[in-house]
């Protein structure tokens, strides 16, 4: 009776161990603050025939320039264009203070023009033009110190088309320096390891997308029976319950994030983001109750959104550039191997759980009604 007593006891600790074990991933994934791939984003244009003499545009999102410089003058929380137009002279101030060119020891002088607004992936941003004027026809050096004190996840898209040759960059808050060479743009190689860094990275800090592959993945382990989830006995169905999810997700965001970032489309950043939120909410309240069983449809569906949320990280990537496919196929392929390294950690895991009495009567619905929560704030907030 004691043993019987203890391997009850057992079983059920060992149970719940398991069953949390995925309640601390989805605490991991969530940092404070729930901020999704709500990314602070910027972009740096230049366009030249040479490195003496060019010209170029900052573009930023109003949000992250009001913060940095209190744009919305009679503080009423709405940012117009005429309180933008008035604040030009520190708009230039402030351009020419986080954004310097050098070669060698000597400056380049820049010249600030008007202010204007430009649409990029659908979101409106303030863009300060500018022409520069060298003293040299020399290697150029790029320094970017924008927006990094308030947020050290800022990155800005650097894009370069001088004398012909094509250079494209990422600034971050590690990497804040970019060498324009007068010879010769951006090897494809350091194209290649730019954007597939970027996609990895993107992937990893979009919450977003992280909980909706979660939340897709949470019942491949389980089989419908009775109107109840039941764990299912064959690992293969597991497996390929998975390789049909994932592969119909990363197909249709794919096909979304190419097309949308080489501007064939613009569709609206708020509506995107909003979709986005949407399609985490359903899939997991889908779970708890399900009415919907052809889900690679559904997933493949909510991919085709997730995939323009994806393209807001380009933003631009010029049509006078070289390699703007290259660059989008780099980025979508390290998209692909960051969501493949979640997928690696979380299937060991699902595969275990399916053995488990309490992960398809509570550790599922738990997670995925956290998981909903967070979404219904995340849609509240875009709409």
Known sequence: ????SFYRVSDFV????FGLMILSFLMITVPEGVKAHELSNGYITLNGDNTQKFSGRLSLMPYDLEIEMKLDENFDGKLVWHEVKEAQPDLHAYAAAVLQFTQGSAACSPVFHEVAMELISGEALIAIPFTIDCPYYTDVSV???????????????F???????SHT?????EHR?????AASGASVWQTITTFVYQGIIHIWIGIDHILFLLATLLTVNLVRKNNQWQ??????????????LVTAFTVAHSVTLTTTALG??????????FGIAISVMLTAINNIWPVIHRLTIVTFAFGLIHGMGFASVFGELQADAQSPLLAIASFNIGVELGQLVVVLLLLPLLLALRHMRLYASAVMPLASSVIALIALNWAVQRF
């Open 143 to 157: 320094d970017y110190q924008g927006m990094f004190e308030q947020d050290d996840t800022h990155q800005t898209l």
């Open 169 to 173: 960059d990422v600034f971050t808050n």
């Open 14 to 17: 060992t149970n719940r161990a």
């Open 231 to 244: 764990g299912e006995l064959s690992k293969v169905k597991v497996l390929k319950s998975t390789f049909w």
């Open 1 to 4: 009776m004691f043993l019987l």
């Open 177 to 181: 320096q970019v060498t324009l060479s």
């Open 264 to 273: 064939w489309y613009h569709p609206p950043g708020r509506w995107v983001e």
């Open 159 to 165: 894009s370069a088309a001088i004398g012909g040759e």
